[in-house]
């Protein structure tokens, strides 16, 4: 079973930056792609960032492009998203996730409790 521990988040304001951080554990981490999701008020659960095994290939969603940046530090266990230039559009509950596979389009199967970002105006 996998476990996964987010933090860093908390209030900024607009423009400001947070890094959010995952620790996991569990499984051969370095085996496995890694992704960021969120959830706002009202919506559903959406990929932000996703980063793949080795680090050396990553995906983003179009509303954070040239933003956000998904890096992974494999000796630690642990995945990152540096969110710079927050909007309060990226306010939402922001959940690590664990890959099937090696790479982000084997898709995701374990999932944190979530760090909640609140971006005021």
């Known amino acids: 079973q996998v476990q996964l521990v987010e933090s860093g988040g908390g209030l900024v304001q607009a423009g400001g930056s947070l890094r959010l951080s995952c620790a996991a554990s569990?499984?051969?981490?370095?085996?496995?792609?890694m992704g960021w999701f969120r959830q706002a008020p009202g919506k559903e659960r959406a990929v932000v960032a996703g980063?793949?095994?080795?680090?050396?290939?990553?995906y983003y969603a179009d509303s954070v492009k040239g933003r956000f940046a998904i890096s992974r530090a494999n000796a630690n266990d642990t995945v990152y998203l540096q969110m710079n230039n927050l909007k309060p559009e990226d306010t939402a509950v922001y959940y690590c996730?664990?890959?099937?596979?090696?790479?982000?389009?084997?898709?995701?199967?374990?999932w944190g409790q979530g760090t909640q970002v609140t971006v005021s105006s």
């Open positions: 980063v793949n095994w080795s680090g050396g290939r990553t």
């Open positions: 569990g499984r051969t981490f370095s085996n496995y792609a």
């Open positions: 996730a664990a890959g099937s596979g090696a790479q982000v389009s084997a898709g995701f199967n374990f």
